[in-house]
């Protein structure tokens, strides 16, 4: 059985493989007709925003997948605040290598960035407070596990990568399945026959509907979908400790922090990935 790490290395390892046949095809003939297969140079990463940078290791691993003999030297790490003008890498190698890697690695480092600068926009709303961000699965097809990197690198938690790595009983699966309690009773005898342990999570509605998981129990965390403020500081003082609590539903960046300030655990925000305007910056020669 695969581990959460080797199922994520080889989602990566695909992506790139994916990218690269989606870019170059057959060949990148612009610069095949024009660069000589043993020219040699040097280009650099200039960031062109302030921001959060976020994709460096992933930058070198599309360069090595491309070329093992491309030699990047970093001057900046992911997670760094970075200004205009500032150079991140310079990469060695040849130039056939260095244009045809090019674009693959600025989406992936754009993208990234601007998924970091948002979270980390986010984690500085809410410091001096017990709550912490979540990711949620609005992601790209695709480029998940690069997004919810981006979103640990800016300082997020990351939630389930999918729908194999955590339970999360919402509105539609627990209606289908006839009820809150016929819905956590159904995933225990699942667990239990396939002899898998993973964290349970589900989502009420309302208060009646927590007040009936916490006479059922059998979970680890509770999410309140679109609960209003007076609602999720009734909720978390109902709770009492006895289960996380994660705010998700309608919360942007301008009530965030009124939200943690309830008292909850997380706050989930699919605007951190669904939404965010890539970092600016280029590769150019040097």
Do not use: W
């Not at 898998?196 to 965390?221: A, H, M, S, W, Y």
């Amino acid at each position: 059985m695969e581990t959460l790490k080797e199922t994520k290395e080889q989602l990566i390892a695909d992506l790139i493989r994916l990218a690269f046949a989606e870019d170059i095809g057959d060949g990148d003939h612009t610069t095949l007709c024009c660069i000589p297969a043993e020219e040699m140079g040097k280009s650099q990463l200039i960031v062109k925003e302030d921001g959060v940078l976020a994709g460096v290791e992933m930058a070198e691993r599309i360069f090595h997948a491309f070329d093992p003999e491309l030699k990047m030297t970093v001057f900046i790490h992911d997670g760094a605040e970075v200004k205009k003008g500032e150079i991140a890498f310079v990469v060695e190698g040849k130039v056939q290598s260095l244009l045809q890697t090019e674009r693959l690695m600025l989406n992936v480092m754009q993208r990234m960035s601007g998924i970091a600068t948002t979270t980390r926009k986010y984690v500085k709303a809410l410091e001096g407070t017990r709550t912490h961000v979540l990711d949620t699965r609005k992601t790209t097809p695709g480029m998940r596990i690069l997004e919810k990197e981006a979103v640990r690198i800016g300082g997020g938690v990351n939630h389930r990568i999918g729908l194999f790595d955590m339970i999360l009983l919402k509105d539609n699966h627990v209606d289908f399945a006839g009820g809150i309690e016929a819905a956590i009773t159904r995933c225990h005898h699942y667990l239990k026959e396939k002899n898998k342990d993973l964290k349970i999570e589900i989502e009420v509605r309302n208060l009646d509907e927590l007040q009936e998981v916490l006479r059922i129990g059998g979970v680890d965390r509770i999410m309140l979908d679109n609960f209003n403020l007076e609602n999720t500081r009734k909720a978390v003082e109902i709770v009492n400790g006895r289960y996380e609590i994660e705010s998700s539903g309608g919360i942007t960046f301008d009530t965030l922090r009124a939200y943690a300030e309830c008292g909850v655990d997380y706050i989930s925000v699919g605007a951190l990935t669904h939404s965010v305007k890539g970092l600016d910056m280029s590769f150019k020669a040097c």
